[in-house]
């Protein structure tokens, strides 16, 4: 059994899927903890279940409680659902983590579901012996604790990974230390600095992750196969509901992948009159180069690579202007975030950003500024955020309010609709579905965040266009690459004595990135991630930048925005035709159906997307043809950064 002390360590960890939030600013993660955010909802798997075993199975319930097996075998590690009083416990202690009695609290909450998991996976072993009598139980240690364990120790060495700043490289970490290393990849374009912080942030994290994970992995096949499954590969998928979703999403990249790759040649161009000694102009780009410690997005890079930068306007001090940076000047832009919402006809959010919520950062008190939205009971949201009077989080409030706004409509639906789980991704493309419309220079202009000539310029579209897709597209490229990977890890495909050589070869095929030092078989950099080391899939974030396009598309035909102009100018801003079939989506999350009534298009594509960022595609091409630089990047050029053995 587990220890008090290990228990308590697993925090939010063993129930990271109830809970798990980013913050979309670089500036206010440290270590980073990710890029996007994933609620999930899920029936306890208990005797009182409403999923109760159903032990005279014909074949063909058997078929389908195969079906849902790998589900199962989820819910035992993913904290048996979501209680009011855990989530409420979860977020009092986030709130003021130097309040013993709320610490005191949340630890209990956190024992129990982790005493919860040992008994629901002997539920989950007998319900799989019902499917498959060759099923045994001869295992003499306990696996399930040895995965937990090796959940916690994973987990512990990347939240406790702290390095040195670039001018102090031997500094004490025992004592506070005020680097932020989102902030230094945006601020500094020192080569040999960002060189060293990318280095010693995988060294502190993936490099000591190597080992445990290896033993990680292998319990968790023993575990798979011991309830009949494959790997945890198949358990990820199981959930997307599609026997081709692994070659559905290669074929979606495969449709992106022009545009990456004109963005990436554009990029490497810029990146090389910068550091012209560095760059090889068809080599992949160094990824400690593109202002993301992870290399997920390059949006920090903007400054640099804005089209047109006469004609670019700074929002954050556009909204200075309107805006104080105090509590009253935060509602006020969470109001005016709110007021989008209603002109559609859509619920009143103002309850989520009332005075139980925390909108900046206490002076005097530790707490977690990751951006949140998070329920503690029904028809009760609010949100966490330590904002500041500046566009990304002006764009942020849109997004959680989007969250918001999810959970209410849900609440309204039948029990049924309350309780079923979002199709991955869907949770976080509803977020960002306003988003697409709240962040363009129409809808600034529209709110008068910005004078009406400003927003009418080709000029000023390209550089809108060029700034969301250093965002959007790129983060394709990672969440793809992170878990195409993990599907071969887990499934056997890459043997470990490979796992740094296919990390450095799979990135260098996809995104184009290679490591600025030579990596070996010690190393583990894709433990870096923070979904890596707490054992969360990506590629529901994928899903969300494919499907939050479509929808997007979808609700500008409703309000018949699209096709009388361009994709990327539609403001749904005002439309209660748009926002009563929102609500209806939000509710039901039906959105296959919502595609294929405005669309006529069966399942997910990048076709949306594409339309959407068509003129930035074209400008690219353009500016590649005037400048004479190379697209794509050569295949092998990785090899001279990866030592095997």
Known sequence: ??????????????????????????????????????????????????????????????????????????????????????????????????????????????????????????????????????????????LVSQRIKLFIEISEIFDNAKICPYNNQTCDLKKPNQLIIGDRFIESIDYEELSYLWTAWRNATGRKLRGIYTKFVNVDRVLAKKVGLYGHTEVWLASFNSSTFQKDCEAIWDNVKPLYEELHAYIRFKLGERYPSKIKPEDPIPAHLVSNLLGETFEGLFSLLVPFPNVSIDMDVELKKRFSQDLEGIRGMFETANGFFMSMGMMNMSSAYGPKSMLMEPEGKRVSCNPVSYPVGRNDMRIRMCAEVILQDFMIMHHELGHVQHFLSKQNGTYFDRLKPDYPGFEEAVGDVIFLSAGTPQHMAKIGL??????????????????????????????????????????????????????????SDIQGLIPPVIRDEQDFDIGSKYHVANDLQTISYFVSHILQFQLHKGLCKIAKQYPAQPLHQCDLYGSKEAGTQFSKLLQTGKWENFLEETLGENGMNASALLEYFSPLYEYLKEYRAEKNYPIGWSKTAFKAFVRSG
């Open 1 to 142: 059994m587990l220890t008090f002390t290990m228990k308590i360590t697993t925090i939010l960890f063993v129930s990271a899927q109830i809970i798990l939030t980013h913050s979309c600013n670089p500036k206010k993660s440290s270590p980073p903890s990710g890029q996007v955010r994933v609620t999930n909802v899920s029936p306890n798997f208990n005797e009182s279940s409403n999923d109760n075993i159903d032990w005279t199975l014909t074949e063909e319930k058997k078929l389908k409680q195969r079906q849902k097996l790998p589900l199962k075998y989820e819910e035992v590690f993913r904290g048996m659902g979501m209680g009011d009083e855990y989530v409420t416990a979860v977020m009092n202690y986030e709130n003021d983590k130097e309040n013993l009695t709320l610490k005191e609290i949340y630890e209990n909450q956190v024992m129990e579901r982790v005493n919860n998991a040992e008994r629901e996976w002997k539920h989950l072993v007998d319900f799989a012996r019902t499917l498959n009598p060759d099923i045994t139980d001869e295992e003499d240690e306990d």
């Open 450 to 507: 910005l004078e009406n000539n400003s927003s009418l310029s080709k000029e000023s579209t390209i550089n809108y266009l060029m700034q969301v897709g250093l965002q959007k597209i790129a983060v394709l490229s990672f969440t793809y690459v992170i878990d195409a990977y993990r599907w071969k890890l887990f499934d056997g495909t890459i043997e470990p004595g490979n796992w740094t050589y296919y990390w450095v070869k799979m990135r």
